[in-house]
């Protein structure tokens, strides 16, 4: 059963994600913020991480960038939802965090579909090369 380390700091996003990822045989482990995750993912092993670009406590891309650094070899999809109002000259975070080691990228709000495909997508379980879900 593959493991998946949720960090959100969005409790409803959170359960949502791990309600989606149970349903289709998923373990998974929930940590609200950054903090909880790096203390998740000293004491366990885990086959994917889903982290969420955005969090207090952790500025940016701090949080894609140090959980890429603590487990490489763990596949990261980093999440966001956050937009700017001129949405034309807005720089895009997701694709900045691909720089930073995340493997994919979701951007909030995605569906359950979009989720599972991107996490089997890291579990090499899929041949399909788009890093990007929506």
């Not at 059963?1 to 349903?23: F, G, Q, W």
């Not at 694709?95 to 951007?107: D, P, Q, S, V």
């Not at 991107?118 to 379980?125: A, D, R, S």
Request: contains cysteine; charged residues 25%.
């Amino acid at each position: 059963m593959p493991r998946v380390l949720v960090v959100d700091d969005d409790l409803m996003v959170s359960a949502t994600i791990e309600v989606c990822l149970k349903r289709k045989g998923f373990d998974v482990t929930v940590a609200d913020g950054a903090e909880a995750g790096m203390v998740a993912l000293e004491g366990n092993s885990f086959d994917v991480m889903l982290v969420d670009v955005f969090m207090p406590h952790m500025r940016g891309f701090e949080s894609i960038r140090i959980f890429h650094e603590r487990a490489p070899d763990i596949p990261v999809i980093a999440m966001s939802g956050y937009a700017f109002a001129n949405a034309d000259r807005a720089p895009d975070f997701l694709r900045m965090t691909l720089e930073l080691g995340a493997t994919r990228c979701l951007r909030k709000p995605f569906t359950p579909e979009a989720l599972i495909t991107t996490v089997n997508e890291c579990l090499g379980k899929s041949a399909t090369s788009a890093r990007f879900s929506k």
